[in-house]
């Protein structure tokens, strides 16, 4: 076993799998996925591979044992017999996943990215005085709570990543205020705007150790992951704003290789994992107001301005904070803006079903 497999990180927990493994599968670690096709890094370089048809043509959903290969996951491949491709015999049993559940029209859970050690959970900082609703939002401290325990779930280290400190000046206390409150989670803080501003990430991406990137699209997750690597590989939200049908028009990768030996992977998934961790959220951390919605007058009451609302009524009544209607209201715009966006974009799904085209 050589060096090269161990900086992608080829730990013990693989290795011993290895030793198991028929003698004539070579081991390898999946780093981009395309239609049917996986990009696979392995001892001798980067190399396309297919799934062994026998393994997986017929699998179901109910085949718990037959795993399909994720971003992050080592698998056994097999030489190509006719001189083309390589086929992936063989997933190892994984260290770490992160899972997004069931939801919408999907009845299982999904592996999205597999064999993480961090998951860094992006948010950022407002300029002060700035009405900046990605950052704020990115800050709500019950969202930040469904992204540690989505993580905690599949067994990664959470680490949470406050981006844009040049905008806050009293990003200390701010940091002291969230560890406090997420104790034992690890806060730090980034900055992509500050030569020294990504030292407490980069000092945690040691050789051969995995991290991903999760967070709301704006917080700086392409910044910060193209900072790191020291060039621009993941387009930031202009770029990509610029290409209008916001597809990928090139081969990508997604799992990439620090100079400094981490391994950072940040994928579509991670931003759809992002959407679903909010989404299950939905009706926790508000019963009080689930609760006094009962009394409201009309059952579809949207808590603003509505005659004979109980909840208005209780803010009225100091009965209930008015910041907790406001963090309610919040969290549905947004619910509602993702859910509108989730429909079109299954609609366009359904439109290009036999186009081979990615949506980002
Ligand atoms: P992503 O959607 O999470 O990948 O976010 P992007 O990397 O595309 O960044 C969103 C916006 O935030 C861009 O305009 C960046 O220039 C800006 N940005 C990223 N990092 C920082 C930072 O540390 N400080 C400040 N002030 N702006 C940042
Ligand atoms: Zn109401």
Redesign the pocket.
Known sequence: MTERLESLGFSAHFKSQYEQLDARLVPGRIVAMHRREWDVFTDSGAIRAVLAGKRWADARPSDHHIVQPTIGDWVGLSEPGDGTYWVIEHVFERRTHLERGAAGRRTTPQTIVANVDWVAV?S??E?PGAQDA?AHRSLNPRRLERYLAAVAQGGAEPLLVV?????EPEHDTRVRELTERFAPVVVIT?????PD?LDALRSRCVPGTTVG?V?????????????LLGKDV???????GSDARGRHTTTHRELFVMPEGALLI?TPGM?EFALAADAEGELGGFDDVQALSEECRFRDCQHDGEPGCAVEEAVRAGTLAPDRLMSFRELRTELDARRKLQQRKRRGQLRGKFKSKRAR
């Open positions: 992006v950022a900082f300029r990605v981006n844009k400190a040049d905008l980034a900055s992509t705007k500050r501003g990137f967070g709301l699209s704006g917080v700086g997750k392409s910044s910060i992951i193209n900072a993941q387009k930031t939200a202009r770029e990509r940040d931003r």
